[in-house]
């Protein structure tokens, strides 16, 4: 039973517009939302994150949303770039410290 | 800057060898993971230890165990290698959770084991 889903297995988009990756999770305890990107040969690294009180939380480029009564997030990425090309997992987490991931969307910036 | 290394990048192993797996990580974490990354179903959590000498099964436990006799060293043991257990395997590292906080997980590069 996947708690935390991201019904995209892609996305593909053209470089200077918005990319927007969608993840749905079925456990309301979940208390913080991450996203974390993978290249290729390399670890996830660590992108962004909201607590579960908020709705809003932008870093540069990067925003994330989350609407709790539709137990929904999504990550805003504008404008895209060539580097943002990667895997973006969408994981979760309650107080048992270990995260809960999504099966991942693969992003494709087309320059 | 953290660091997470793995011993080995590739491994191939044939059905029913014990198979190792080490992890070092060089930021005191306490909190230390291991992760497997499938097509189509992410990353699943096998085992976490949050102290040394302690263990918590994740989501995946079966057929697999772990040790940490020390605190910067974390290993995935597969007793009896399967060809189903052919996949990425990551480790990742972080600091023990404060009060309302969350931890930032940090990931070594993987190794990548495959299972004849």
């Known amino acids: 039973d996947q708690q935390v889903k991201q019904n995209s297995p892609s996305l593909s988009v053209q470089e200077g517009r918005i990319s927007i990756l969608n993840c749905d999770y079925t456990n309301s305890m979940f208390d913080y939302f991450l996203w974390y990107k993978k290249y290729p040969a390399e670890g996830p690294t660590f992108l962004i994150s909201?607590?579960?009180?908020?709705d809003k939380n932008e870093d540069g480029r990067f925003t994330v949303f989350l609407n709790k009564s539709a137990k929904h997030l999504s990550l805003h990425i504008v404008p895209s770039q060539p580097g943002d090309s990667a895997v973006y997992f969408c994981a979760a987490i309650t107080g048992r410290r270990a995260l809960t991931f999504g099966s991942g969307t693969r992003l494709q910036v087309q320059p | 800057d953290v660091k997470v290394t793995q011993s080995s990048r590739y491994l191939v192993k044939r059905t029913g060898e014990k198979v190792f797996l080490e992890c070092v990580q060089d930021m005191d974490h306490e909190n230390m993971f291991w992760y497997r990354q499938d097509p189509g179903l992410g990353l699943r959590l096998i085992y976490f230890s949050y102290d040394v000498k302690m263990k918590e099964k994740g989501d995946i436990p079966e057929g697999y165990s772990v040790s940490r006799e020390k605190k910067e060293r974390f290993s995935l043991i597969l007793e009896s290698a399967s060809t189903n257990q052919t996949s990425m395997y990551l480790c990742?590292?972080?600091?023990?959770?404060?009060?309302?906080?969350?931890?930032?997980?940090?990931f070594g590069p993987g190794t990548r084991l495959t299972v004849l």
């Open positions: 990742a590292s972080s600091n023990r959770v404060g009060q309302g906080g969350y931890n930032e997980q940090f």
């Open positions: 909201i607590s579960s009180i908020k």
